[in-house]
């Protein structure tokens, strides 16, 4: 099973700064099969980014997804008050889907 | 718009059984791949099981296997997830999803049904 580690654990940063959040898999990941999500309290993930680095309906285009090898990478280039979230990164290998455990962003 | 909304999540005693149901509208469910996903109070998202759209394929994450058992009614727009032998550990939000964009990745999420196992 590829396990998914995401970094850091918590992010604090203030609105207006540029956040970058790290998720590394195990072993070799199709960038095809790599997404992000959001989550806030209360409400169920909300897809972000699919396929590495495509952002998916109705999403801003501050947020962007890169990757080199088996390191994942999210990034919003100026956050906004709404962004301070959970981010999770998730995976897809043969029958097998699984996520990161997880990057608090918070409000500095 | 694309909706799903589960129901069916309660309290249920260590060893019982519950089912949940996820209803479809908005989009072609019967094209569509399924899946559960489940998140424990206060942790992580955490893959349950997959069902193809034809019922061909069916996926379950080891936590699960052999206890949980995912179906559909394609006449109904309805996925299921029959759930049993529960454990304290099993307690969570089950939350249906789909992957309409390919990809692997859920873009279409439920509410959420919570599953309370406590003696």
């Known amino acids: 099973e590829v396990v998914l580690t995401q970094s850091p654990g918590t992010l604090s940063l203030s609105p207006g700064e540029r956040a970058t959040l790290s998720c590394r898999a195990s072993?070799?990941?199709?960038?095809?099969?790599l997404a992000w999500y959001q989550q806030k309290p209360g409400q169920a993930p909300r897809l972000l980014i699919y396929?590495?680095?495509n952002r998916a309906t109705g999403i801003p285009d501050r947020f962007s997804g890169s990757w080199s090898g088996t390191d994942f990478t999210l990034t919003i280039s100026r956050l906004e008050p709404e962004d301070f979230a959970v981010y999770y990164c998730?995976?897809?290998?043969?029958?097998?889907?699984?996520f990161g455990q997880g990057t608090k962003l918070e409000i500095k | 718009q694309f909706q799903l909304v589960e129901s069916g999540g309660g309290v249920v005693q260590p060893g019982g059984s519950l089912r949940l149901s996820c209803a479809a509208s908005?989009?072609?469910?019967?094209?569509?791949?399924m899946h559960w996903v489940r998140q424990a109070p206060g942790k992580g998202l955490e893959w349950v099981a997959h069902l193809r759209s034809d019922g061909t394929f069916i996926y379950y994450a080891d936590s699960v296997k052999g206890r949980f058992t995912i179906s559909r009614d394609n006449f109904k727009n309805t996925l299921y997830v029959q759930v049993n032998s529960l454990r304290v550990e099993d307690t969570a939000v089950y939350y249906c999803?789909?992957?309409?964009?390919?990809?692997?990745?859920?873009?279409?999420w439920g509410q959420g049904a919570m599953v309370i196992v406590s003696s």
């Open positions: 396929g590495t680095s």
């Open positions: 999803a789909t992957d309409l964009i390919g990809f692997g990745a859920f873009d279409i």
């Open positions: 908005g989009f072609a469910f019967s094209s569509s791949g």
């Open positions: 072993q070799s990941v199709s960038s095809n099969y």
């Open positions: 998730q995976q897809h290998t043969g029958s097998s889907y699984t």
